[in-house]
């Protein structure tokens, strides 16, 4: 089954203590990304990836680090979290570049990781 | 500064009728623009998009509409089912980034 996975689920947290959220997709995607959802925010872009090797700051990349080594995993790293990285988590990935990521390609969202940093 | 608008935090709709979400945008860059759907507790569903080249795109019950001069899209759902009751997610992308607008929650009534 196609899919984009998260793990944790849920992750409640203390200011400082460094964490990893894993984004794992088995569609041979090229793109992925990181994404949070606030109340009254919506959702907004943390980083994305073109590829391998190939990161990119979104709207709000401050406090957060990615890498992708495999063209599978894309994790999130708080290296020193704090109480405002509070936030439901969001991992997607999409097909292929072919011309931008939004022509012709969706994004397909894994279901979420609930953080709470106390 | 809110690239992609989506002023009307809810929505409620008879089964039945129209259900019409509206998404307005700062930047004439954009080039495509998308809706998803969102349920409790999951992820975003991708449901339809359209080119900037484009003023719509129809998928079955739903038809996007584009007014660049207006710098204005908007969703129509017909016939309204009570399963769209759900959160819908305007976003725009440009140079690879997606940029999402706050969402409007749709109730479908009975």
């Known amino acids: 089954e196609a899919q984009v996975t998260q793990n944790p689920r849920y992750l409640i947290t203390v200011t400082g203590k460094k964490l990893t959220v894993t984004c794992s997709q088995n569609?041979?995607?090229?793109?992925m990304s990181w994404y949070r959802q606030d109340p009254g925010l919506g959702l907004r872009q943390i980083y994305y990836?073109?590829?391998?090797?190939?990161?990119d700051k979104g709207d709000v990349p401050e406090g957060y680090k990615v890498s992708r080594k495999e063209k599978r995993n894309f994790p999130l790293i708080l290296e020193s979290p704090s109480p405002n990285q509070t936030s439901l988590y969001f991992c997607?990935?999409?097909?292929?570049?072919?011309?931008?990521?939004?022509?012709?390609?969706?994004?397909?969202f894994g279901p979420g990781t609930r953080l709470l940093v106390l | 500064d809110q690239q992609v608008k989506q002023n009307s935090p809810s929505l409620s709709v008879q089964e039945g009728r129209i259900s019409i979400l509206n998404c307005d945008y700062t930047?004439?860059?954009?080039?495509?623009f998308l809706w998803y759907k969102k349920y409790p507790a999951e992820g975003p569903t991708f449901l339809i998009s359209?080119?900037?080249?484009?003023d719509k795109n129809e998928d079955g019950r739903f038809t996007v509409f584009l007014n660049k001069s207006a710098k204005h899209l908007s969703l129509h759902i017909v016939p309204s089912q009570p399963g769209d009751s759900a959160v819908y997610f305007c976003?725009?992308?440009?140079?690879?980034?997606?940029?999402f607008g706050k969402g409007t929650r749709l109730h479908i009534l009975p």
């Open positions: 569609m041979n995607h090229e793109y």
């Open positions: 976003a725009a992308s440009l140079d690879d980034k997606i940029i």
């Open positions: 930047n004439s860059m954009f080039d495509y």
């Open positions: 359209i080119s900037s080249i484009k």
């Open positions: 997607a990935s999409t097909p292929g570049l072919a011309g931008g990521v939004g022509r012709r390609e969706t994004q397909y």
């Open positions: 990836s073109m590829n391998v090797e190939v990161t």
